[in-house]
């Protein structure tokens, strides 16, 4: 596998993670730099491992399962998005921001990693090697999570409330995305 298709393919399963980090990074007030800091590690580790256990399980069994239920990844994604657009219309003036917990960010990261687990038991399946890919995966997951932040904190300063509905829907549609692919 050469270099232009491990990229490609790390960004294909990279979209969720770019979604949810610039919905997340929408919301108001914005995660603070150190909460960015923490998600994007969270969610590079957890793209890596999935990607590793999905190569060592490798066999049919887990992909098809995994395969059956990328509606989880769907369903998480449209329930974020749904606080995300209730809490923008409340008075409160924190809305659904903040600190995001280290719990939360797990959760997120194994809801957006589904498809690399599978990724990486198709992989096994071809006896295609898994460590250079590993490392891009990681690599691209950090890049694409830094970048929905940094856009999103951008973004917001110039739309704000708007900027919180907009993501929440966004995030709904990644999530439907799921349910009919």
Same mark, same amino acid.
């Given at each position: *596998?050469?270099? %232009?298709?491990?990229? /490609?393919?790390? !960004?294909?399963?990279?979209?969720? =993670?770019? +979604?949810? +980090? %610039? ?8 995660? @603070?730099? @150190? ?10 580790? %957890?793209?890596?491992? *999935?990607?590793? $256990?999905?190569? !060592?399980?490798?066999? &049919?069994? /887990? $992909? ?6 990328? #509606? !989880?990844?769907?369903?998480?994604? =449209?329930?974020?998005? /749904? ?10 003036? @924190? ?16 809801? =957006? ?11 096994? &399946? ?6 250079? /890919? ?10 694409? $999570? ?16 708007? +900027? ?15 349910? #009919?692919?």
């Amino acid at each position: *596998m050469n270099l %232009t298709t491990m990229i /490609l393919l790390s !960004l294909s399963v990279s979209v969720d =993670v770019l +979604a949810l +980090a %610039t919905a997340l990074a929408l919301r108001r007030p914005p995660p @603070s730099l @150190s909460h960015c800091l923490v998600c994007i590690t969270l969610w590079s580790a %957890t793209a890596t491992t *999935m990607l590793l $256990t999905g190569w !060592l399980a490798g066999d &049919m069994l /887990l $992909t098809e399962w995994l395969a059956e239920h990328r #509606w !989880l990844a769907g369903a998480g994604l =449209v329930w974020i998005g /749904l606080q995300m657009i209730f809490a923008s219309g409340s008075p409160r003036t @924190s809305g659904s921001g903040g600190p995001i917990s280290i719990a939360g960010c797990l959760v997120h990261g194994l809801l =957006v990693s589904i498809d690399t687990c599978v990724l990486g038991a198709a992989l096994a &399946m071809k006896r295609l090697p898994i460590l250079q /890919l590993a490392i891009i995966v990681s690599f691209v997951t950090a890049t694409v $999570t830094l970048l929905g932040f940094g856009f999103a904190r951008h973004f917001q300063q110039t739309t704000g409330r708007a +900027a919180e509905i907009a993501a929440g829907v966004f995030l709904l549609a990644v999530g439907g995305w799921h349910f #009919w692919v």
